[in-house]
């Protein structure tokens, strides 16, 4: 007997990755779905030998096969599908349209169909940059400057749409930049995994900009656990809560902490300043309150442990 069967959106990617390995290790089932567009068959593999976990390869905006993922035998569904690339949501922002807005409909209607709790995994990038060293709440107000962030907010507010109309049991959950293995290394992952994969290969490190927007930057483990414990919890039905470490950092000085002797730092032409935002600094109170969840991994711990997770990949490609 298992705890209960979730389907898990965007299995197959960073973050739902991970997502997958914490279900599996508390006992759950886990149905993914993932159209494989920035993930990959690899991130899951060691779990697909378990009886527990099944992977579809499909189009979360297809209604079928989301209905076909959500059934009467769903507890809980995990939605971290999404286009992410900021770059290619001012390129082109009509996928990040349908994946991410169609998308949520979708499962918003498949979960309202057979009661489904639904955990929305939505983002840090749509809040307004915050001025003080207390952090950004959940009331902070919200800026959406790029269609990423438009598409995720609308997304957002689609499922309190539907906490509030169908009162269905929806929470929505906002984690600050994550990092750690299997995110990638290019233009589509994250500055810390871009960084040090950089450093690894002896190349200099990028920073776009002057450098002194600052992120709130949580590893990977400490985000799988806020998200499942944020999904299952009743206290947090109807609610947006925010995750992270409560510091932030500048892009300067992290490239500081990742460059070992003889890697360079450089600064190059911003792509998108009009996109940026200047300070993300989390306040993780509520999550804390409502959770009892804190982060575990420091900024040290985290890269360290994704620098031997990197090198491992390289000795063994
Ligand atoms: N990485 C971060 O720092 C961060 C921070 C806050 C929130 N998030 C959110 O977490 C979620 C996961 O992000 P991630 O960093 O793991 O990115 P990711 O790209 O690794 O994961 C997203 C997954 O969704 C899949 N996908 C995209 N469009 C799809 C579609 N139409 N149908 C089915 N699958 C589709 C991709 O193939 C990918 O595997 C996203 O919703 C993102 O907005 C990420």
Redesign the pocket.
């Known amino acids: 007997m298992t705890r209960g069967t979730v389907a898990v ?2 299995a ?5 990755r991970w997502v997958v390995s914490e279900l599996l290790d508390r006992g759950y089932t886990v149905r993914g ?7 990959s068959r690899r991130n899951v593999a060691e779990f697909e030998s378990a009886e527990e976990f099944e992977l579809t390869v ?4 297809g209604r079928e096969t989301v209905e076909e993922l959500i059934d009467d035998d769903t507890d809980a569904c995990i939605h ?5 690339d900021v770059q290619e949501s001012l390129d082109e922002p009509r996928t990040h349209f ?2 991410n807005i169609v ?1 949520t409909e979708r499962v918003l209607e498949a979960c309202r169909a057979t009661e489904t709790r639904l955990g929305l ?4 990038m749509v809040y307004d940059m915050v001025d003080s060293e207390e952090g950004i709440d959940e009331d902070h107000p919200v800026k959406p400057a790029s269609p990423y962030a438009g598409t ?1 907010l609308a997304a957002e507010n689609l499922a309190e749409s539907y906490y509030h109309g169908y009162d269905l049991p929806v929470k929505i959950l906002r ?4 990092y750690g293995p299997f ?2 290394t290019g233009m ?1 992952g ?1 500055v810390v995994s871009i960084f040090t994969n950089r450093d690894i290969q002896g190349e200099p490190l990028k920073i776009f900009g002057d450098g002194t927007q600052t992120r709130d930057l949580m590893y990977v483990t400490d985000c799988a656990r806020f998200i499942v414990d944020g999904t299952f919890s009743n206290a947090a039905i109807g609610e947006v809560i925010n995750a992270g470490t409560g510091s932030d950092i500048s892009i300067n000085e992290l490239a500081k902490l990742i460059a070992t002797e003889g890697t360079e730092i450089n600064h190059v032409e911003h792509h998108h300043p009009q996109s940026e935002v200047q300070k993300l600094l989390c306040n993780p109170e509520k999550a804390n309150e409502l959770l009892g969840w804190e982060p575990e991994v420091s900024l040290e711990e985290g890269v360290g442990r994704l620098r031997e997770w990197l090198k491992e990949q390289q000795e063994t490609a």
């Not at 984690?175 to 994550?178: A, D, E, G, R, V």
Request: with cysteine; aromatic share 6%.
């Open positions: 959106t965007g197959a990617g960073f973050i739902g779905l993932d159209d494989l567009s920035n993930g499909g189009d979360v905006a971290l599908a999404a286009e992410i349908e994946s998308g995994v939505g983002t840090c995720k984690p600050f930049n994550t995110q990638k589509a994250g």
